[in-house]
C-alpha cells in the first residue's frame, strides 16, 4: 500500500481520474470517488459496520471477516476528506470522534450507538427496589449473537458467569458493559481504524485545536440548513439568471419547504444532506435550465453540485415536480 510507504503523500491535495473518462478533476471527481467508496465500504454486504434503525448510526462490526487494512483505507478516507474539503455521507456516532481523539466511549455514549440497550442499562442503574436481583436476574456474564445467529457469550469480569449483579456492584456493569461494547469489543478494528486516520493527520493541529464535535463537522458536514445564504451564493446557467421567473419560483417553493424536505433537496442536488464548513454559502450551487416546459422531473448532477430545472410555466407546476424528484427519484434523477 502506498500509503504506508509514502504516507506524507496522504497530505498532498487528491487529483482523481477514472479510468476511460477524460476531464480534469476540478473537485467534482474527487466528490464522485468519495461517495462511490463510503458506499462500498458501508454495503451491509460487507459487513464491516452494522447500523442501528434507532439511532440511523453506523458501528464497528466486533465480528467482522475483514482484515485490518480495510478498516485503515476508512480512516485514511476520513483523512483525506479533511485534506480535500470533501463531506463524506458517514453516519457515525459521536463517539467515533471522541475516541479518534484519544478518548474513550463510556456509558454516555451509548445512546448513539444502541439506544435500546442504552434504556435498559439506565432502568438498572436507576432501580432502588429490595427485589433488584429478582427483578433482573442478570450476572457479569452477556449474551450476544454471532453474524450467523449463534448465541455466544462474554464475561465482563472473571467468573461473570456467577456474579450476579445487585444494588452494590450494579454501576460497575453498566461501565464494564459499555465498556466492552464501545472499547474493548472492537479493540482491533478501531486501532486500525484509528491507524488510517492518523496517517493523513498526525501532523495537523486537529487533535490540539478541534473538539470531537468539530472534526465531525470537517468529516461530515453540518446540519444548520441556511437556505437564504444558499441563494445568495447561487449561480445559473443554460439561459436561466437570478431574474428568470422560473428561477424566482423555484426559490419562492423552496423557501416554503419544512426542513426535512430541504434536506432532501439538498441530497437530491449534491449526494448528502450535509452542509459544507462555512454554511451552505460554501456550497457553489449551480441550477441550469434543462430544455422548455415539459412534464419531465428535474435532474441533477451531484458531483458539481448541478440541478437541472426544466422552464416549468408555473411555480404550482415546478413545485409538483421537484417534490415528486426529491421524493421518488433517489437513484435515477442523480447524474
Not at 50 to 55: E, G, L, M
Not at 270 to 293: E, F, W, Y
Request: charged fraction near 25%; include cysteine.
Amino acid at each position: 500500500m502506498i500509503a504506508m510507504e509514502y504516507p506524507s503523500d496522504l497530505r498532498k491535495r487528491l487529483f482523481v481520474e477514472f479510468e476511460g473518462e477524460q476531464g480534469l478533476d476540478e473537485g467534482g471527481v474527487s466528490k464522485e470517488f468519495f461517495q462511490l467508496i463510503v458506499e462500498e465500504l458501508f454495503n451491509p454486504d460487507i459487513g464491516m459496520f452494522t447500523y442501528n434503525d434507532q439511532s440511523h448510526h453506523f458501528w464497528f462490526n466486533s465480528m467482522s471477516f475483514e482484515n485490518d487494512a480495510q478498516f485503515t483505507l476508512i480512516g485514511i478516507l476520513l483523512g483525506l476528506a479533511i485534506y480535500n474539503s470533501c463531506i463524506l455521507d458517514i453516519h457515525f456516532p459521536m463517539v467515533v470522534y471522541r475516541k479518534l481523539m484519544g478518548k474513550k466511549g463510556t456509558f454516555r455514549d451509548l445512546y448513539d450507538v444502541d439506544p435500546t440497550l442504552m434504556r435498559s442499562l439506565g432502568e438498572m442503574r436507576d432501580y432502588e427496589g429490595d427485589d433488584f436481583q429478582e427483578v433482573f436476574g442478570q450476572t457479569f456474564r452477556i449474551g450476544y449473537k454471532d453474524v450467523f445467529g449463534n448465541n455466544l457469550t462474554h464475561d465482563l469480569k472473571d467468573g461473570g458467569e456467577n456474579i450476579f449483579v445487585t444494588q452494590e456492584n450494579k454501576l460497575e456493569f453498566v461501565d464494564l458493559y459499555a465498556d466492552y461494547l464501545l472499547n474493548k469489543s472492537i479493540e482491533q478494528q478501531f486501532r486500525a481504524f484509528r491507524r488510517g486516520f492518523l496517517m493523513v493527520t498526525s501532523e495537523s493541529p486537529l487533535r490540539q485545536l478541534f473538539r470531537p464535535e468539530e472534526i465531525e463537522v470537517l468529516v461530515c458536514g453540518s446540519k444548520i440548513f441556511d437556505f437564504q445564504a444558499l441563494e445568495k451564493a447561487t449561480t445559473y446557467d443554460g439561459g436561466f439568471t437570478e431574474d428568470s421567473p422560473t428561477i424566482r419560483h423555484f426559490w419562492s417553493v423552496v423557501h416554503g419547504l419544512v426542513e426535512e424536505e430541504k434536506r432532501k433537496l439538498l441530497q437530491f442536488t449534491t449526494g448528502t444532506d450535509r452542509v459544507p464548513v462555512g454554511g451552505l454559502s460554501q456550497l457553489k450551487m449551480i441550477v441550469a435550465r434543462n430544455g422548455p416546459d415539459s412534464d419531465r422531473l428535474p435532474t441533477s448532477h451531484t458531483c458539481f453540485n448541478v440541478l437541472l430545472l426544466p422552464e416549468y410555466s408555473s411555480e404550482d407546476r415546478l413545485r409538483d415536480r421537484l417534490l415528486k424528484a426529491i421524493n421518488y427519484s433517489k437513484g435515477f434523477g442523480m447524474l
